[in-house]
């Protein structure tokens, strides 16, 4: 396995195979038919329940990444001039789960 994803987060000096990934890009259409990434949005990981377990900021690429346990969660996703986006994922350990998330 290399140690970064293909223009994401790099996956150097992370053990893949004793955590529980998930990560991603938050994008939002663009006015050229392409997405851009959206930096300064917020992605909060919810339990199964919907209790509130963790949030980060994305980067400035729109990247974002969670070290989970394995079971399922949702993404709520939080950006300047767009509604709320909730994401279902499944994580497990030794899995990195890449989510796009478009708003």
Partial sequence: MCGATEGGLSLDGINVAKEAIIQGQV?????????????????????????????????????????????????????????????AVSAEVGAIREVAVQV
């Fill in 27 to 87: 994008v939002r259409a663009g006015s050229n038919g392409q997405t851009d990434p959206v930096g300064n949005a917020y992605v909060r990981l919810l339990d199964r329940t919907g209790e509130f377990t963790a949030e980060v900021p994305t980067s400035a690429t729109g990247h974002f990444r969670f070290f989970a346990g394995p079971g399922e969660w949702t993404l709520r996703t939080l950006a300047p001039k767009a509604e709320p986006v909730d994401t």
